[in-house]
């Protein structure tokens, strides 16, 4: 079983995705849910499953970011998924994790990512770009906000969309589905970097 630690900030969907997914439940274990906010409602969705809650880089925290490499090396995790999470990931982590670490972002990489770029900001960008259509994408990650190279991605139709919020709605849904089949593919080993360009494999 493939060991994961998933980081959140918020609500939590996309745990929750991964969490349901018939396909991934003999495939990954979720050995912990780790987050810069204690009060994040995805902990409360953690707990349903019985999976322990971490919080890190806060006072009375339970890990700090010096120590989140090791802390997941002691877990023996062998994959790190950012659904949701807020923060920088420390540069020694990267290193240790080197394609290891995913993010999910809800746009079309390269366009409409980096620093700021996070939550319903996307969906306005998007909005006011006029673009017609947005997306998922899941990444590898690097030492900077989304530049990692792209893993898979799928498009989102919005050429009659009326708000920002519409394309949230539409865009999540994919998420949903995008992230897990990514963690099955993953599970399965069947994500490879080829000169520079990844690749999934059937
Ligand atoms: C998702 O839109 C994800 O793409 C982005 O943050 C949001 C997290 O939503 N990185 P949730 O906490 O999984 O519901």
Do not use: W
């Not at 420390?90 to 390269?110: E, G, Q, S, V, W």
């Not at 673009?131 to 990692?148: C, I, L, M, W």
């Amino acid at each position: 079983m493939l060991k994961v630690a998933v980081f959140v900030s918020g609500r939590g969907s996309n745990l929750r995705a991964i969490l349901n997914s018939s396909k991934l439940t003999k495939l990954i274990n979720v050995k912990a849910v780790i987050s810069n906010k204690a009060a994040c409602q995805a902990f409360k969705i953690a707990e349903e499953y019985s999976i322990s809650n971490f919080v890190v880089g806060q006072e009375e925290n339970d890990i700090s970011y010096n120590h989140l490499s090791e802390f997941l090396k002691s877990l023996e995790i062998d994959l790190v998924v950012l659904a949701g999470f807020l923060k920088m990931i420390p540069k020694d982590m990267i290193t240790n994790f080197r394609n290891r670490i995913i993010n999910i972002h809800p746009a079309l990489l390269p366009s409409f990512g980096g620093k700021g770029m996070y939550g319903i900001n996307v969906h306005k960008a998007v909005y006011n770009s006029s673009a017609q259509v947005s997306g998922v994408t899941v990444h590898f990650v690097d030492e900077s906000y989304d530049t990692g190279k792209i893993i898979a991605q799928r498009c989102v139709d919005i050429s009659d969309v009326d708000s920002p919020e519409e394309i949230a709605e539409r865009v999540l849904s994919v998420e949903h589905e995008l992230l897990p089949y990514v963690i099955q593919k993953f599970a399965l080993s069947k994500i490879i970097v080829d000169n520079g360009r990844v690749k999934v494999l059937p």
